[in-house]
């Protein structure tokens, strides 16, 4: 079975994100009222799995291994069937 | 796992086999291998894919660099999947060449790739998972500029055991994710974890030594605590941001038009004479 899985990793909270600090900075110089901005990055991965849990275990583990990193990065992901 | 360092046999300087390692955005090998021979030591550049068909390579030198560089586009985080295509391919004969009391230097995304793989500052031996990490720059972009670094080290480094404590070293950073940070709730226990261990090496200062305290641009990049460079607890495994290998002759240094009096090498040469003299000792 084919699945696709969307993962987005993003700073922990509690961390300097100068990359959102700076478009948020940017935003406002443009009109608009713009408290904070946020920078995640999104990973669209298309993986074979024999079901959906053993895809989000698969998905899981790949996050942990590469995708992000436990000092500074959270996770999240979805997961669904490519019919 | 933990790292258990075994007796070391002294390598004469002229037999040196120092084996640095290249990817596909490395691009620092070249001047690291020069400062190595300039001193006299053998110094090869490999690319990773050979190492990983000759997996003896590891075993047959004496010391292991990660260059500076971009590997593989610093796609994902700068130095992961460097780091990860080591761990995966070649992990065991890392640690077996660590157990040996082999040193390693990881200079800027070499230093990056070192935290990735567990190795710095690997409190408990080499970890899973990293245990710090060098994020985006703040304030951010690219910063390519001379700072200067404070030798912080009280002897457990082998690569700066002949540099005073609180000595202040020239050298250039260039890079955009150099900020060191510990994870944000354990990030006090995590120093004094470092500082108990004599894993810090490298703060970055001003001029005449004192800590930067996160100010910009003394501190080019916000690292926690001014960090610019640790080791692992037995000293073996050196990572910086700062390139040495750019610090290394009087010509590569910012004002060398302007002194009367040059210095014959810029204050990078210590780092790797550091390393040399370390693999001509024996214990």
């Known amino acids: 079975m084919m699945f696709k ?30 408290e904070t901005v946020g920078v995640s990055k999104v990973f669209t991965v298309t993986l074979k799995a024999n079901s959906k849990a053993e895809a989000e275990n698969l998905v899981e583990e790949m996050c942990r291994r590469l995708l992000a990193n436990p000092t500074k990065d959270d996770y999240s992901y979805t997961v669904e069937e490519v019919k | 796992m933990e790292i258990r360092v075994r007796g070391k046999p002294a390598v004469k300087r002229e037999e040196a086999r120092v084996l640095i390692m290249r990817v596909g955005g490395t691009n620092c090998d070249k001047e690291t291998q020069r400062a190595f021979q300039d001193l006299g030591a053998q110094a090869h550049v490999v690319h990773i894919n050979q190492i990983v068909k000759k997996k003896h390579m590891i075993s047959e030198c004496d010391a292991l660099v990660f260059p500076g560089g971009f590997s593989y586009g610093d796609y994902v985080r700068a130095g992961a999947i460097w780091a990860k295509w080591i761990v995966a391919k070649l992990g065991n004969e890392i640690k077996r060449f660590l157990g040996e009391g082999k040193p390693i230097l990881g200079i800027c995304n070499g230093f990056q790739v070192l935290v990735e793989m567990g190795v710095l500052p690997a409190f408990h031996g080499i970890s899973e998972f990293p245990e710090a990490a060098l994020a985006t720059n703040s304030p951010p972009g690219y910063n390519c500029r001379w700072v200067y670094i404070r030798h912080e080290n009280r002897g457990n480094c082998v690569f700066t055991q002949h540099i005073d404590r609180n000595a202040v070293l020239r050298i250039p ?44 641009p003394v501190n080019p990049n916000g690292s926690f605590y001014d960090i610019a460079g640790i080791c692992n607890p037995e000293g073996t495994v050196l990572g910086l941001m700062p390139h040495p290998e750019r610090a290394f002759y009087w ?22 004479e550091g390393m040399l003299r370390y693999l001509e000792k024996k214990f």
Not at chain 1, 15 to 22: C, I, K, L, S, V
Not at chain 2, 252 to 271: A, E, S
Request: hydrophobic residues 35%.
């Open chain 2, 251 to 272: 010509w590569q240094l910012p004002d060398w038009t302007r002194k009367m009096v040059l210095p014959q090498y810029g204050d990078g040469k210590q780092i790797f």
């Open chain 2, 173 to 216: 950073v260039a890079h955009s994710e150099g900020r060191f940070i510990f994870p944000k709730e354990k990030e006090n226990a995590c120093l004094e974890k470092l500082l108990e261990g004599d894993q810090l090496v490298f703060r970055y200062c001003s001029q005449n030594g004192e800590p930067a305290e996160g100010a910009y």
């Open chain 1, 5 to 34: 899985a969307r993962v987005e990793v993003s700073l922990k909270k509690g961390h300097t994100d100068p990359e959102g600090e700076t478009t948020a900075k940017l935003l406002r110089e443009l009109g608009y009222m713009v």
